[in-house]
Antibody, heavy 119, light 106 residues
Framework: EVQLVETGGGMIQPGGSLTLSCAVS????????MSWIRQAPGKGLDWVSL???????SYADSVKGRFTISRDNSKNTLYLQMNSLRAEDTAVYYC?????????????WGQGTMVTVSP | DIQMTQSPSSLSTSIGDRVAITCRAS??????LNWFQQKPGKAPKLLIYGVSSLQSGVPSRFSGSGSETDFTLTISSLQPEDFATYYC?????????FGQGTKLEI
């Protein structure tokens, strides 16, 4: 079964660090573009970062220099290392796969993990 | 960055209604327009990709149309399970961007 399961969320103080994991099953994480997308409480969807099959990466300006996306092909897992966290980073974080349909639409999503940045 | 503007932001509707949600991109995005449905407490679900291609398992009452900068999601006859929030999204270039969402309410 194709599935994404995020873990690692929690409550953290401003300035702290947290690493999110996204365990992939049913396909190889290295064969697809993979993204992190977040949603602040009561707000819309906000794309955060993407890792391409070749390993190159892309980030939203709001997290550039603070967040790092990576993957471990042997563990079939996607990661998001988050440093220098701010209150505005509080959100549910989803990992998502881009389909091979030619338009890179997010066809598979995890259930999300909540990150709360608060003193 | 490409800005995505959806309208309306909310819509009061009834079972059986035909509904159209529009999405405008700040520049041409060719065919790279996708639509998602999200219910409270759940992850978004892909409905339409590439402007008009129906994702597997999605009912045929959902359809998409448009080109360049102007796009529409149409639900031909609203069912109880369709009351949710809908988002458009461009996958033409990073940073990928979403519309602000359209909430369908009874």
């Amino acid at each position: 079964e194709v599935q994404l399961v995020e873990t690692g969320g929690g409550m953290i103080q401003p300035g702290g660090s947290l690493t999110l994991s996204c365990a992939v099953s049913g396909f190889s994480v290295s064969n697809f573009y993979m993204s992190w997308i977040r949603q602040a409480p009561g707000k819309g969807l906000d794309w955060v970062s993407l890792i391409y099959t070749a390993g190159s990466t892309s980030y939203a300006d709001s997290v550039k220099g603070r967040f790092t996306i990576s993957r471990d092909n042997s563990k079939n897992t996607l990661y998001l290392q988050m440093n220098s966290l701010r209150a505005e980073d509080t959100a549910v974080y989803y990992c998502a796969r881009s389909a091979l349909s030619g338009t890179d639409a997010f066809d598979i999503w995890g259930q999300g993990t909540m990150v709360t940045v608060s003193p | 960055d490409i800005q995505m503007t959806q309208s309306p932001s909310s819509l009061s509707t009834s079972i059986g209604d035909r509904v159209a949600i529009t999405c405008r991109a700040s520049q041409s995005i060719n065919k790279y327009l996708n639509w998602f449905q999200q219910k409270p407490g759940k992850a978004p679900k892909l409905l339409i990709y590439g402007v008009s291609s129906l994702q597997s398992g999605v009912p045929s009452r959902f359809s998409g149309s448009g080109s360049e900068t102007d796009f529409t999601l149409t639900i031909s006859s609203l069912q109880p399970e369709d009351f949710a929030t809908y988002y458009c999204q461009q996958s033409y270039s990073t940073p990928y961007t979403f519309g602000q969402g359209t909430k369908l309410e009874i």
